[in-house]
């Protein structure tokens, strides 16, 4: 699955420990959401288009 949380993040010019806190996971787990190497719960996937404020198929999407 692809996703724009590291797009996302940057506009809002948060680090990946700034986004790990408001979504209280580890700054790790940012960073393997980011690049892909894990694909978060649905209800953190959830979390995270709630916090972006955007729909959750705005954020996460599958690959082509």
Partial sequence: MRNRVRDLRSERAW???DLADRL??????VNAIETGK???SLP???RIAALFRNRIEE??????
């Fill in 15 to 17: 680090s990946q420990a």
């Fill in 24 to 29: 209280e996971v580890s700054r790790q787990t």
């Fill in 38 to 40: 894990y694909d978060p």
């Fill in 44 to 46: 953190l996937a959830f």
């Fill in 59 to 64: 954020v996460f999407f599958p690959e082509k």
